[in-house]
């Protein structure tokens, strides 16, 4: 496979959509599912993809069939899809957008040229680094502005570094399922696999759920999921919070592993019409989605399952009905770890966040403690952002693992202790500044840093409401 033709014939497919002025629907949604058909009809004709025994009615298509459609193009284009997907039900929602077919709204005359250009790729000799680089390219596919327009919360997609962090507190096994409710473009489902990988196991014994409300996301999770040697995501299209995932038997289905970092401030929310029994630990206020989305996490636990979430600073100190919700969480002993990071790791934002790592069975030393990480100044400078390094990441990592004091850097908190500071989790109540002008100022600063924080959500609050006001998506 040669990757500089691949990027060239996506290039060229984009360039005649945007003469044609397929704006609307989006680039990525036509360009994406056909690179993807033509990559599984490539490597099917080899024989060599180990998914092809479990495929369908695929047996029945090939590349060579959307090659020789001219008249009624889109139509017959719709129907293989649609073909596809029914009989191959890990398929669904890749082809064809759930909520309006792309197919039917692009000529066919544009349709046989797309069709054309892409026919120039050659998937053969596929090995894990081309299939990495594949990856990539359809990200920027996905991402690229000017050639994806539909308004999603990418701004707030986390850095590579962060997915590692997390996936190494989480030390996901082999067999276990992992589940992300706000999955986005899948990097954390996928940072996982490569962590499977690098232990030795096999990804393909593991089970990978998701949800993600966004079809052309969801398409590509599930297509760098393939691409990467996992053949059975379950990628449910839906609502993080209104939607579940259910099993065979149309229970709930509970995981041993969760990952994701949730929309930040999220103010009307879907969920708010739920019944209570949706929130055990309290109902979440109207404006605010964040205690909806730890609830939601904590309640796909299994009875042994271990989260980890990236949230706002908010989260941990704010007061009314979310400071009931904190105390239930606290006094049930289901957070194990809260790690604040370093402002600035984000692309377009600079909003300080931090990490809560949930653990349903707590054992040993841990029960009824939970660890404070300040990891906010473990950081290296980069373009227009901060990142963790390798070494920051470790340190974090080995400091979670032996849950134990660091002056200035961390320190294990008794339940009884929190419950004194009435359950407030800012982690500058419990860890004072190593150095000594520091921790002279440290008590000051910190009701300084809590007042200002409720000054800024209540600015960031009217900010959102005016972008609303103007039809903008926050």
């Not at 490539?42 to 695929?58: A, P, Q, R, T």
């Not at 993080?240 to 509970?254: A, P, Q, S």
């Not at 990592?397 to 009884?416: C, H, I, M, N, Q």
């Not at 004072?432 to 300084?448: F, I």
């Amino acid at each position: 496979m040669d990757l500089n033709t691949v990027k060239y014939a996506i290039k060229m497919a984009i360039n005649l959509l945007e003469k044609e002025a397929y704006y609307s629907i989006g680039y990525a949604s036509y360009v994406l599912p056909l690179v993807f058909f033509k990559y599984l009809s490539d490597l099917y004709s080899e024989k060599s993809c180990e998914f092809s025994k479990s495929l369908g009615s695929f047996l029945a298509f090939s590349w060579s069939d959307l090659e020789a459609v001219s008249e009624g193009a889109s139509n017959n284009v719709s129907d293989v899809f649609s073909q596809i997907e029914t009989d191959n039900y890990f398929m669904e929602g890749i082809f064809i957008n759930p909520s309006g077919n792309q197919w039917h709204r692009i000529s066919d005359e544009a349709l046989c040229k797309v069709i054309k250009i892409i026919s120039i790729i050659e998937f053969s000799g596929i090995d894990a680094d081309s299939c990495k680089n594949m990856g990539s390219i359809l990200n920027e596919l996905v991402l690229q502005p000017e050639y994806y327009r539909e308004n999603t919360n990418s701004a707030l997609i986390p850095p590579d570094s962060l997915k590692k962090l997390m996936i190494r507190i989480l030390e996901p096994k082999m067999g276990e399922s992992l589940f992300d409710p706000a999955c986005g473009m899948g990097g954390f489902l996928l940072e996982a696999l490569f962590y499977l990988k690098e232990q030795g196991s096999d990804p393909s014994k593991s089970l990978f759920f998701g949800q993600e409300e966004s079809y052309i996301f969801r398409a590509y999770t599930i297509i760098n999921l393939f691409l990467n040697g996992v053949f059975n995501p379950h990628i449910l299209l839906g609502s993080t919070i209104k939607d579940v995932i259910k099993d065979e038997t149309g229970e709930k289905c509970k995981f041993d592993v969760i990952v994701t970092n949730p929309p930040f401030g999220v103010k009307a929310w879907e969920g708010r019409h739920l019944s209570d029994e949706n929130f055990p630990y309290g109902r979440p206020p109207k404006n605010s989605a964040d205690y909806a989305f730890i609830q939601k996490s904590l309640a796909s636990l299994s009875k042994t399952g271990r989260a980890a979430m990236i949230v706002p600073h908010g989260v941990l100190f704010r007061g009314g009905d979310e400071a009931k919700i904190r105390k239930n969480i606290v006094q049930d002993d289901v957070i194990e770890a809260i790690i604040g990071l370093p402002a600035s790791l984000f692309d377009t934002t600079k909003i300080p966040t931090s990490i809560i790592v949930f653990a349903k069975a707590k054992t040993g030393e841990r029960k009824r403690k939970i660890l404070f990480i300040d990891a906010s100044k473990n950081y290296e400078l980069g373009r227009g952002k901060n990142h963790l390094s390798e070494e920051n990441i470790r340190e974090i990592v080995l400091t979670y693992s032996e849950f134990r004091d660091r002056p200035g850097y961390s320190k294990v908190v008794s339940a009884e202790e929190i419950s004194l500071h009435d359950y407030i989790l800012t982690i500058s109540r419990y860890i004072e500044p190593s150095d000594v002008k520091s921790r002279l100022n440290s008590h000051e600063l910190a009701q300084k840093v809590h007042s200002l924080e409720f000054e800024r959500n209540d600015v960031q609050s009217k900010i959102d409401e005016i972008l609303l006001g103007l039809g903008m998506r926050i």
